[in-house]
């Protein structure tokens, strides 16, 4: 949530934040010209010297909304009389951000933090503190221990300067040196921590209780947690064992968070109401059974009726999905009942009072017998009330006046409903706001594929009307739902594998509009240059600020790969930065967010002395020889090193890559099923973090240095791959790991699953000639074809499937695969979004524009380039070294 707080459009480090001056303002009269203040974007520090502890016992005073500026005017006479160097939340705004329930729990009311000299300043610090904050209150700092008996003052020991290592994604670990010389990370979990050589001086106070964990503990004397179903900053939810009737019920959780004192505190008026509602809405059978109220410690408790049932988002997809024989009939059937229950429900529920505010996929079930229930009610409004409607809203599902925080109303339900339309069908709706345009479009697209009826996109117009007094009510929806004939055309809707019709040539006009397309990507992209900035150079999903700004998931490489192979280039001033960054960043050597794949570009770029220099620095790099795979680990390095090596002739790369096959050699397990890698938690499976990608990497080996069982290996890796797949009747779908089971998902996906096992199945037939291989790459390519996903990118989605596509109608000849490939690109170009600098895209959660490669426009950029000009290789692979006459092949499954 705070890579969106600052802008509506891109997502943006809160360091860019420009905070208000409030607390600075406060704090400056007590500072002398010997402190140094630091304004930051979340943090304000402020520092009376040079030179600070490694770690060490710091302090954190917790402060709400109302407390925070009494508490500065108490302490900070404490603070700078004692010349302890401190910061603080940088401004009310960044404040109100930790206390939001969507914020990481463990930073949710640090308000002020503190750095004692030593233990003894430690101690004194906290007395005089403690004694200046008596009768105020803060949150409960879940990583921290309150001094004595403090609602306020509270510590931890962690650490004081920003030690931190790499590691292999290229995220900054902190963490501390020990006496004995070992590192050990700080700990930032929700619950205290004491690294082995610290001692808590404290150790003899008594520790203010803190929630519930699962075990023998029973709340109010009856209620036993069996477990934990959701966390968040303002409470949990738990599942638990009634002793009193022997029924599993839910317990909604809110802890005092956001007031001066828990009895006005917002998360406990917000579950006091919807309580009320529970109890208004009871005797309608649509929501759980209200059982009781009760408070312990400082923590109130809602316990209400558990519901066995699914989510519409589970409903939706297991009815969609859960058949390649469906047809347009049964599927606008349970559509329909499904609207139609929704909108009889919400026409009962206004009529007691009742706005629900706050319907998703996921809040909304479905039993067994189909019958609804609404769940999860905090920001239902009661429109009898004086209860305060909460500023909340859903992204996509939200009705632009409650965007506005105008007072609730029926008809916001209303245009949520239409956003839940979408959503059971298209799966679409958090779109709405950032591409309302590309969203309804491809709705309509979705409903033309599938053979239902248009009328439904008419009423998703009428639902989602932007102005409340023209939207639809829910008399009209009932009346509209029941006049809709049903289709008549006996298709199934998603024919896969067997049922596959022949692929229809692409439409005439359709290289028009991919030219338009990526001309449109590319005046997009170069507008929005920047290399003025040291943290990022192009708009990205975020990862650049975690990672690097240069790597190829997130950063530069990525987005210059793609632009390197448009007619205007890259920017000179776009190459100078990546020359200028690459020394400023410290990166892991890896493929994807490290320098083996920084280096790949800037070789193309013609940067060639800084290519090497990243190589070299990658081969030196003491992460390397920890992971096999192809995203992080060995197996993208020496892929990495077999590009260098072709492309240069040097034989310190092929070295290198000679290395990383005796690393695989080394850590190999071996079974009845295949060979396979392990990760120290579990063993992936796919190309980009499972076995795929080793096979990958040693197929292209063994063609540099045949007969030395580099390919047989390949092979055995993906028979291991093979044998944890997930058949569905003519469809190949993959788990993310071998452990994985029913509830998680299976991915069609290039990271995760089908589009990437299939990418190395088609290298290894070409190297091997083996036509079970080819049979296997051809049912992926079968099951991939399918476009009715909302996913649009390289790593998920449409793109990464044509990506694939392409390479099987490149490697084999198959016009086929071509035609299903411009079959997805019509999918994909549905979602573009016109704007005054060119064609932008939606990154992977529809919320904001990326223009990276892994989940934004560069990805979908190349794969249209890729698609109007289908003789040239994939960018990352190495398929040069199958050689030209395999490239010309026509071998047939």
Not at 297 to 319: P, T
Not at 389 to 411: C, K, L, N
Not at 508 to 515: M, R, Y
Request: charged letters at 25%; proline letters at 6%; a neutral charge.
């Amino acid at each position: 949530m705070f890579l969106t707080f600052l802008s509506p459009e891109y997502y943006e480090t809160l360091e860019r934040h420009r905070p208000s001056a409030e607390y600075l303002d406060l704090v400056k009269p007590h500072l002398d010209a010997g402190w140094k203040v630091i304004p930051g974007g979340y943090w304000t520090r402020c520092w009376p010297k040079e030179g600070h502890l490694a770690h060490g016992w710091k302090i954190h005073l917790a402060a709400s909304n109302e407390t925070a500026v009494e508490l500065l005017q108490r302490t900070l006479p404490l603070l700078t009389q004692a010349r302890v160097s401190f910061k603080f939340c940088a401004d009310p705004a960044i404040l109100r951000l930790s206390l939001n329930k969507n914020a990481p729990r463990t930073g949710a009311g640090k308000f002020v933090t503190i750095y004692p000299e030593n233990e003894e300043h430690f101690l004194s610090l906290a007395e005089s503190l403690h004694q200046a904050t008596e009768g105020l209150w803060g949150p409960f700092l879940l990583t921290d221990r309150p001094y004595k008996g403090s609602k306020v003052v509270f510590y931890r020991y962690g650490t004081h300067l920003a030690e931190a290592r790499l590691n292999l994604r290229g995220e900054r670990v902190p963490g501390m040196t020990g006496p004995d010389g070992s590192w050990m990370d700080d700990h930032r979990k929700p619950h205290f921590f004491l690294p082995k050589w610290a001692k808590d001086p404290l150790s003899g106070w008594r520790i203010r209780e803190q929630a519930p964990s699962s075990g023998d503990v029973r709340l109010n004397q009856r209620y036993r947690i069996e477990r934990a179903l959701k966390f968040n900053a303002s409470g949990g939810i738990y599942q638990a064992l009634d002793t009193k009737t022997g029924q599993t019920v839910i317990l909604r959780e809110a802890r005092p968070l956001t007031s001066g004192s828990p009895e006005r505190d917002e998360g406990f008026i917000l579950l006091e109401k919807e309580a009320r509602i529970l109890q208004r809405l009871e005797s309608t059978g649509y929501t759980p059974r209200f059982v009781e109220l009760f408070k312990h410690w400082e923590h109130l408790f809602l316990v209400q009726e558990k519901i066995e049932a699914e989510s519409l988002w589970g409903y939706a997809i297991g009815f969609s999905r859960g058949s390649s024989d469906l047809r347009p009939r049964d599927f606008f059937s349970r559509v329909r009942d499904t609207m139609t229950q929704l909108a009889t429900a919400l026409k009962v529920i206004h009529a007691r009072g009742i706005v629900m505010r706050d319907l998703t996929r996921n809040n909304i079930l479905f039993t067994s017998e189909r019958r609804l229930r609404f769940i999860d009610l905090e920001f239902a409004f009661e429109l009898d009330g004086d209860t305060p409607f909460t500023r909340s809203w859903t992204d996509g599902h939200s009705s632009p006046q409650q965007r506005r925080w105008e007072r609730p109303a029926p008809s916001d339900d209303w245009y949520t409903l239409g956003a839940i339309l979408i959503d059971q069908i298209a799966f679409l709706a958090p779109g709405l706001d950032l591409n309302r345009e590309g969203t309804l479009r491809s709705f309509r697209q979705t409903l033309e594929d599938y053979h239902l009826p248009l009328k439904l996109h008419e009423l998703a117009l009428g639902l989602l009307e932007p102005d409340a007094s023209r939207r639809w009510d829910l008399d009209r929806v009932l009346a509209v739902l029941g006049d809709i004939p049903e289709p008549t055309h006996d298709t199934p809707i998603v024919p896969i594998g067997g049922t596959t019709p022949p692929a229809p040539p692409p439409a005439p006009t359709l290289d028009v509009e991919l030219d338009l397309t990526l001309a449109g990507i590319e005046r997009f992209i170069v507008s929005k240059t920047d290399d003025t900035r040291d943290d990022r150079l192009w708009p990205d999903r975020g990862g650049s600020f975690s990672t690097n700004p240069l790597n190829l998931e997130f950063g530069a490489a990525g987005i210059a790969a793609f632009l390197h192979r448009r007619p205007g280039g890259v920017p000179t001033a776009a190459v100078e930065w990546m020359k200028r960054q690459l020394p400023r960043h410290r990166c892991p050597p890896g493929l994807f967010q490290g320098l083996a794949g920084t280096a790949l570009v800037l070789q193309e770029l013609g940067c060639t002395e800084q290519a090497r220099a990243a190589m070299d620095e990658a081969a030196s790099s003491s992460l390397l020889h920890q992971e096999f795979d192809l995203f992080w680990g060995d197996s993208g390095w020496g892929l990495a090193n077999l590009h260098f090596w072709r492309r240069t002739g040097e034989e310190q790369y092929l070295t290198r890559a000679l290395e990383v096959a005796e690393f695989l050699q080394r850590t190999k397990q071996e079974s009845s099923q295949g060979v396979c890698w392990s990760s120290p938690t579990e063993t992936p499976l796919g190309l980009f973090h499972g076995q795929s990608g080793p096979a990958l990497f040693l197929t292209y080996l063994s063609l540099a240095r045949p007969k030395e069982g580099f390919l047989e290996l390949a092979v055995k890796a993906l028979d291991f791959e093979v044998a944890h797949c997930q058949y569905s009747g003519d469809v190949l779908l993959w788990y993310p790991h071998t452990a994985a089971g029913n509830g998680q998902p299976k991915s069609p996906h290039m990271r995760h699953g089908t589009a990437g096992v299939g990418s190395a199945l088609l290298r290894a037939h070409v190297a091997t000639g083996e036509p079970r291989l080819l049979r296997l790459a051809d049912q992926c390519a079968n099951t991939v074809r399918d476009r009715h996903t909302n996913k649009l990118w390289l790593n998920y989605g449409l793109s990464g499937y044509g990506e694939f596509l392409v390479d099987m109608h490149r490697l084999l000849g198959d016009e086929r695969y071509l035609h299903w490939a411009c079959f997805l690109s019509e999918a994909i170009m549905a979602h573009r979004i016109q704007k005054e600098e060119g064609i932008a895209f939606p990154a992977d959660s529809l919320l904001r524009i990326s223009c990276d490669l892994g989940g934004g426009m560069a990805g979908i950029g190349l794969f249209l380039h890729r698609l109007r000009n289908p003789r040239e290789p994939h960018f990352l692979f190495n398929d040069e070294l199958l050689g030209l006459n395999a490239i010309r092949g026509q071998s047939t499954p």
